[in-house]
């Protein structure tokens, strides 16, 4: 049956009750009864917090040995490359989040798409569908190479770093992370966990490797982008495999005929996602990338507290991969991710209050250890930046579950935040104290708005029963 967007819209609010004692409470008036939920319940095995923890933790602890790596990279780096250096690769860095948020939308779009085909035994459907996609997203990825190549000597000007190739690298290296995503969202969508944290792994432990040789030969930021391509080119080939092995599993879901999604045009799903991926992208990269631009000589600083701030942030992407199925999966079903999501968030606040402590405590003292007296002139602003990246951090997880319950508005009071932090560090002119203090300003903010409108989603489905239940 072909659904109208609005009804398949109508259909996630109309069949969703929460409640204090059970959770979830099916809609009488679909006609199913109460002891159907128990039923796919009862296949699935039991739910509880402990067993979200096993299912979570290979990915968990894949995330933990790549930003482990990252930030064995990031030290060394820093001792091996000048201090302009540095602030330069920040700025990379900043840039390929950025270009990266494309293949996170595309991912999100994917993982609705190839469950709800597989779920009705359509996986031969989905397979030559994705495969399809993967041919597209190849082609257009030869084109966004060769328009890198030629609108390098531009962009490198704009961020005032060598036109020598290091833009250009930064930019394929985003189009590779595309084709990277594709594959992932076959590993979400089949709940490969294990496999999604091995690619992490790959994928980060070959490009540090890279990136520590060529600093080493001293090739400085040309050779910190050239590593970044390498890994993200190795680690698209290997994650091809892992996804073709994937489809010899099925996707772990249940959702009921009239419930179903597949209907669901691509490019809706696409564009919300991408609206929300590059608003939370330019987010996180904003500041390193203007503070680099408005007072150069404090990017290399600036960017010492950034790079340690935001492993909570790559902790929160990482573990967005964990949510954004289990919440797709479970709301259209008829249920939420609560527990899921208090997994996720468990996670993430381990190390956040780790780092916050760290930063409060002895903040120039690490700044000093793991980059260098040179680099640690940010350590009054460190705390203030800590406590903005885990604000980021929680808007990360809670717009990854909303867009797996298909709440795609979200993406505007992101777009408020956007506006709101490019004028404050405008303001602040490239200051490290002042951009710290804009980025928790907003990003707190943000994050109270996000979760704000994630209790107005699970109030709004309890009244929902409430009123629609007879009494």
């Not at 030869?142 to 000007?157: D, F, L, M, R, T």
């Not at 930064?170 to 966990?193: E, P, V």
């Not at 468990?346 to 980059?371: D, E, G, H, R, S």
């Amino acid at each position: 049956m072909r659904w109208s967007w609005q009804k398949s819209e109508k259909a996630l609010v109309d069949t969703i009750a929460l409640t204090p004692s059970t959770g979830l409470v099916i809609d009488p008036y679909l006609g199913a009864e109460p002891e159907a939920e128990v039923e796919v319940e009862a296949a699935e095995g039991p739910e509880s917090f402990l067993s979200g923890i096993f299912q979570a933790g290979p990915l968990a602890v894949g995330g933990l040995i790549a930003n482990g790596l990252n930030v064995v990279a990031t030290v060394v780096v820093a001792r091996l490359l000048t201090t302009n250096q540095y602030g330069g690769i920040a700025q990379l860095l900043g840039l390929f989040f950025v270009l990266s948020m494309p293949g996170s939308a595309l991912l999100v779009s994917a993982v609705r798409r190839i469950t709800a085909m597989t779920t009705f035994g359509h996986g031969a459907d989905a397979r030559a569908w994705t495969a399809r996609l993967f041919r597209k997203a190849v082609f257009g990825v030869a084109i966004w190479s060769v328009a890198s190549i030629v609108i390098e000597g531009p962009v490198s000007h704009a961020l005032r770093l060598p036109d020598d190739g290091g833009v250009a690298f930064t930019m394929i290296a985003a189009g590779f992370w595309l084709l990277l995503c594709l594959d992932r969202a076959i590993l979400q969508s089949h709940r490969r966990y294990a496999s999604l944290g091995m690619s992490l792994i790959i994928e980060i432990g070959v490009r540090t490797v890279l990136v520590l040789t060529f600093a080493e030969l001293g090739w400085g930021i040309w050779g910190y982008a050239a590593g970044l391509l390498i890994g993200e080119v190795v680690a698209t080939a290997q994650v091809r495999v892992a996804g073709r092995r994937a489809w010899g599993y099925l996707a772990q879901s249940a959702l009921p005929a009239d419930q179903s999604s597949h209907s669901r045009t691509l490019s809706i799903d696409l564009a919300a996602a991408l609206a929300g991926f590059a608003l939370l992208g330019v987010l996180q990269n904003a500041d390193i990338i203007l503070v680099g631009r408005l007072h150069h000589s404090h990017a290399g600083s600036y960017a010492a507290i950034s790079v340690a701030s935001k492993a909570l942030v790559f902790g929160a992407i990482l573990l967005g991969s964990y949510i954004l199925p289990e919440a797709s999966i479970r709301w259209h079903r008829g249920g939420h991710a609560l527990r899921q999501l208090g997994v996720t968030l468990v996670f993430l606040l381990v190390p956040t209050v780790l780092l916050l402590f760290v930063a409060l405590a002895v903040p120039k003292q690490f700044l000093t250890l793991f980059f260098g007296a040179r680099l640690a002139g940010g350590a009054p602003a460190f705390a203030t930046l800590v406590g903005g990246m885990a604000c980021l951090g929680a808007t990360v997880v809670l717009t990854n579950y909303l867009l797996g319950a298909a709440r795609r508005w979200i993406v505007a009071f992101l777009g408020i935040g956007v506006v709101f932090l490019l004028i404050l560090i405008h303001a602040a002119h490239g200051g490290i104290m002042g951009t710290a203090r804009a980025e928790l300003v907003v990003q707190g903010s943000t994050a109270f708005t996000v979760l704000v409108a994630f209790l107005i989603v699970h109030l709004r489905a309890r009244h929902v029963r409430g009123t629609s239940t007879p009494r």
